[in-house]
């Protein structure tokens, strides 16, 4: 099986940089969004703001104290509601599933996302640039093995941070840090923990058996597994798929018909596999092509039949591209399914070509599932790889 790996993309100072980008006059200054009464709090500062001390949760009325020159803004969450929809879609162009846990932060899970970028880091330096180049926001990213590294990676180099916590390592990089950055310590566990002498998530790692447990009951063998680094929970999605994509931004523009034509059937195979995955079909195929100056041409086209089949959505994918003139060269390409139906079965006296490709498709499903995406590959993922090699 493949390594997991986990992505935690956080936006920075998510209301206020909204509010930035929607008054630009308020750019490099300090805005704190919250409640404007006199028992108000904020609810996001601006990194100007920080500077002056100014936080979250934090009274209003000290905020002003604080940094008296802000500018204080009522939150408008039906905006902040439709730009965090935006960046989930976003999301959903490199994984599967995603999980929200609130407006401004989501999970998603990207393992095997290596077969299409050759770093971990270029896929977590893909994701932050659409999200800044479709919204205008930044974004900090953290990438390991569970989510709770994710989260803790993502944290570490913010604004715009992208920091990989890889295996092995995970222990190690938890040592020094102060025992409130484990889930679960507020401040109550906390004064139990530095009372009993832990100060560092390493003096937990260290621990005598029953040490941890003698100063906070129950919470022990929970804190233990995260002071190592462990945490097998994973990512649920939490909200309807409206639809199904992928695409790639190249670190070296595409000028090779072939070398496009084979990322469009990699696109194409990787949406089928997700559709399967959760039992849909898609009626509608768009295929999306940027090119070097940026210029950006979608196109479109629509089945009377729903399908989760690879060869279907390529060939639409393919006769789209054939349609669109290229005189320079492809910086980005995706393919992204929708108009989504449930997998329907249609029993039929006699077996066709679609059947039977459904069936074989189900089957290397099946065999990914268990063994790896790398067990059983089409043969342009090989021809991909090859085609990286002296880029590497």
């Given amino acids: 099986m493949p390594r997991r790996w986990i992505m935690h993309v956080d936006m920075d100072a998510f209301f206020a940089s909204i509010e930035q980008r929607e008054h630009p006059e308020w750019k490099g200054k300090p805005v704190i969004v919250g409640g404007l009464s006199g028992r108000g709090v904020v609810s996001t500062a601006s990194y100007e703001a920080r500077a002056f001390g100014v936080h979250s949760a934090m009274p209003m009325s000290r905020a002003r104290t604080l940094c008296p020159a802000g500018i204080y803004v009522k939150p408008r969450f039906a905006l902040y509601k439709s730009v965090s929809d935006q960046i989930h879609g976003i999301m959903l162009h490199y994984a599967a599933e995603i999980e929200p ?11 095997g996302m ?14 932050k640039a659409e999200i800044r180049e479709k919204t205008g926001l930044v974004a900090s990213a953290g990438i390991a093995p569970n989510k709770f590294l994710a989260k803790m990676a993502s944290d ?15 222990a190690a990089i938890l040592a020094p840090l102060p025992i409130r950055r484990l889930w679960g310590v507020g401040e109550v ?11 560092t998530i390493g003096d937990i790692q260290r621990a005598a058996p029953g040490a941890v447990e003698r100063a906070v009951g129950s919470q022990a063998a929970l804190l233990r597994e995260l002071a190592f680094g462990r945490d097998d929970r994973p990512v649920r999605a939490e909200r309807e798929v409206k639809s199904i994509g992928d695409e790639e931004t190249y670190e070296t523009d595409l000028t090779d018909e072939a070398a496009i034509r084979r990322r469009i059937a990699i696109h194409s195979d990787v949406v089928a596999a997700r559709l399967r995955k959760k039992h849909l079909t898609a009626r509608t195929v768009s295929l999306k092509v940027r090119f070097a100056s940026f210029r950006t041409v ?4 629509s089945f009377e039949e729903g399908t989760d089949l690879a060869e279907d959505i390529e060939e639409a994918a393919l006769s789209l591209l054939a349609k669109i003139p290229r005189t320079e060269p492809v910086r980005l390409t995706g393919v992204t399914c929708s108009n989504l139906g449930e997998e329907m079965e249609t029993p039929s006296l ?27 590959r089409r043969g342009f993922y090989m021809e991909e790889e090859l085609r990286r090699k002296p880029e590497e």
């Fill in 101 to 111: 846990i609130s407006l401004d932060e989501a999970f998603m899970d990207i393992t």
């Fill in 350 to 376: 006699f077996p066709d070509r679609k059947a039977a490709l459904r069936r074989a498709a189900r089957a290397v499903d099946a065999i990914q599932e268990k063994f790896g995406k790398d067990a059983i």
């Fill in 189 to 199: 566990t906390e004064r139990k923990l530095l009372d009993a002498g832990f100060r």
């Fill in 156 to 170: 570490m180099d913010k604004p715009d941070g992208l920091t990989i916590i890889p295996y092995g390592r995970e």
């Fill in 114 to 127: 290596g077969t299409q970028y050759p770093t971990l880091g270029a896929i977590g330096r893909a994701i």
């Fill in 298 to 301: 979608m196109r479109s086209v």
